[in-house]
């Protein structure tokens, strides 16, 4: 009874850890989709702004100006 259960409960592992896997695989998909999309309007030139912009603070807290 106890390894029947087992089997029962493992193969429902299984079927969610499959669905797990699919559903990831169409997040990247759609991340993939996103960042190419963002690289065509030019989000990238935010980012570099935003990480400039982190920069200069960071340093500002060293005491660097």
Do not use: C, W
């Not at 390894?3 to 429902?12: G, I, V």
């Not at 980012?47 to 982190?54: E, G």
């Amino acid at each position: 009874m106890l390894k029947t259960n087992l089997k029962k409960e493992r193969r429902q592992i299984n079927i969610i850890n499959f669905f797990l896997i699919k559903l990831l695989h169409r997040r990247l998909l759609i991340v993939k989709k996103i960042g190419l999309k963002k690289q065509k309007t030019g989000q990238e030139i935010f980012d570099i702004i935003l990480k400039s912009s982190r920069e200069v603070q960071k340093n500002l807290k060293k005491g660097r100006a």
